[in-house]
T-cell receptor
Framework: DSGVTQTPKHLITATGQRVTLRCSPRSGDLSVYWYQQSLDQGLQFLIHYYNGEERAKGNILERFSAQQFPDLHSELNLSSLELGDSALYFCASSVADRGTEAFFGQGTRLTVV | GIQVEQSPPDLILQEGANSTLRCNFSDSVNNLQWFHQNPWGQLINLFYIPSGTKQNGRLSATTVATERYSLLYISSSQTTDSGVYFC?????????????FGTGTRLTIIP
């Protein structure tokens, strides 16, 4: 157990819908990262928050948004879902904003039908 | 541009064999980690190794930062070692505070 908690573990939803994925980082970690892994693909970086502030942004679609709350948990919002959004979404956390070991949650498997 | 390359892409071995996985990266790094993604999709931390050598049981890793590569050694392979091994790098570039993943090595251990 990495100490990073993601909910839900599985999500099935229809095209056009909106979902929210939640991540609780390890105790004491201030950074949260979101990654997307499509079927048989590598891990694509989406966004990084450190202590509530956005630090780095990857190729995140405009239909996707994220935030980190004062209690340091983070949410990834995916809207107007398309079939191609089906993927495994990972959250990771680390102590600092750079240079420290990152630990990954178990992921949320999103299926858009 | 910034790149992380892993080789080989696929590796099939008999149980008990040894293997070496390689990760090449294109620039100076702040962080380098090795992960194992098991068949259930979990990403398991193996090593945090921006430089030097570490060992953990049958696994060991070496990163030569000046030559921009890292190696993961697996000895006496077991079927539970099967899965995809990822190298992930945080480059020492301002505004690049994230891990960039390689494309992985898919390891299959045959009983």
């Amino acid at each position: 157990d990495s100490g990073v908690t993601q909910t839900p573990k599985h999500l099935i939803t229809a095209t056009g819908q909106r979902v929210t994925l939640r991540c609780s980082p390890r105790s004491g970690d201030l950074s949260v990262y979101w990654y997307q892994q499509s079927l048989d693909q590598g891990l694509q970086f989406l966004i990084h928050y450190y202590n509530g502030e956005e630090r780095a942004k990857g190729n995140i679609l405009e239909r996707f948004s994220a935030q980190q709350f004062p209690d340091l948990h983070s949410e990834l919002n995916l809207s107007s879902l398309e079939l191609g959004d089906s993927a495994l979404y990972f959250c990771a956390s680390s102590v600092a904003d750079r240079g420290t070991e990152a630990f990954f949650g178990q992921g949320t498997r999103l299926t858009v039908v | 541009g910034i790149q992380v390359e892993q080789s080989p892409p696929d590796l099939i071995l008999q149980e008990g064999a040894n293997s070496t996985l390689r990760c090449n990266f294109s620039d100076s790094v702040n962080n380098l980690q090795w992960f194992h993604q098991n068949p259930w999709g979990q990403l398991i931390n193996l090593f945090y190794i921006p430089s030097g050598t570490k060992q953990n049981g049958r696994l060991s890793a070496t990163t030569v930062a000046t030559e921009r590569y890292s190696l993961l050694y697996i000895s006496s392979s077991q079927t539970t070692d099967s899965g995809v091994y990822f190298c992930a790098v945080e480059f020492l570039v301002f505004g690049n505070e994230k891990l960039t993943f390689g494309t992985g090595t898919r390891l299959t251990i045959i009983p």
